[in-house]
């Protein structure tokens, strides 16, 4: 069974850090580009940052460029997102997603709340 779960979310002040987590299980992990999208509420979900299958190429939406960082761990299957510098525009639930070109799947977010 296929199940990305994420963590790590919660209530931080502006400008502080937060690092989420999302451990994958029952897919070919190695073989699968990662990405974490956000939600807001009364907006669409938007990606936000990506990473390769082989973890040599990284990119970041515009809006989170500079401030947060994705990395992957292929022994233990997981991917994360260090966020730093928040602000309460990053408010959102964070998920994360697993594809390979013609596999697709999604954790059931987490969230992260910027306030003071």
């Known amino acids: 069974q296929v199940q990305l779960v994420e963590s790590g979310g919660g209530l931080v002040q502006p400008g502080g850090s937060l690092r989420l987590s999302c451990a994958a299980s029952g897919f070919a992990f190695s073989t699968h580009a990662m990405r974490w999208y956000r939600q807001a509420p009364g907006k669409e979900r938007e990606w936000g940052a990506g990473i390769t299958s082989l973890g040599n190429i990284r990119k970041y939406a515009d809006s989170v460029k500079g401030r947060f960082s994705i990395s992957r761990d292929d022994v233990k299957n997981m991917v994360f997102l260090q966020m730093n510098s928040l602000k309460p525009d990053d408010s959102a639930v964070y998920y994360c997603?697993?594809?390979?070109?013609?596999?697709?799947?999604w954790g059931q977010g987490t969230q992260v709340t910027v306030s003071s």
């Open positions: 997603n697993s594809w390979n070109g013609h596999n697709e799947h």
